[in-house]
């Protein structure tokens, strides 16, 4: 009987995520001077009380490209946040990931990309289809 080791089971050892506040670990914080979120109540830039999920799964290379109140597409509908900063969407997230000059160091075959998004498109549609109705 043979045991292996965590490392010798689990072989990927960067994560590459796109998405929203579920998703940020300190983007928006960065972005805005550590000013938002708070902290406390809110975790070191994040947008929870501790770690979020993608830091729960044990990899420490990550490479991080979501932002707190992105949605899918900026076109469709914005993600403006609560200091009225209009952040990246997925769409451009992914398009600043193709643009790294970081890529050629990745082993693909060690990587997983994670998509966290559109909840934000679901919450903001309405609003923002009614504000788009006063204008008329």
């Not at 209009?86 to 082993?107: A, E, F, G, W």
Request: charged letters at 15%.
């Amino acid at each position: 009987h043979v045991h292996e080791t965590q490392s010798e089971t689990f072989r990927y050892n960067i994560i590459v995520c796109f998405g929203d506040s579920h998703s940020d670990t300190v983007n928006l914080y960065n972005l805005t001077g550590s000013k938002w979120p708070i902290n406390p109540p809110y975790y070191r830039g994040r947008f929870s009380n501790g770690n979020i999920c993608i830091e729960q799964l044990g990899i420490f290379n990550l490479m991080n490209y979501a932002y707190e109140s992105a949605t899918t597409d900026n076109d469709l509908v914005p993600g403006v946040t609560e200091m009225n900063i209009t952040v990246p969407d997925v769409r451009q997230q992914i398009s600043l990931h193709k643009n790294n000059t970081d890529l050629t160091k990745i082993n693909f075959d060690q990587t997983i990309y994670i998509i966290w998004a559109g909840a934000n498109d679901y919450f903001l549609i309405s609003i923002y289809l009614r504000l788009l109705l006063l204008e008329v």
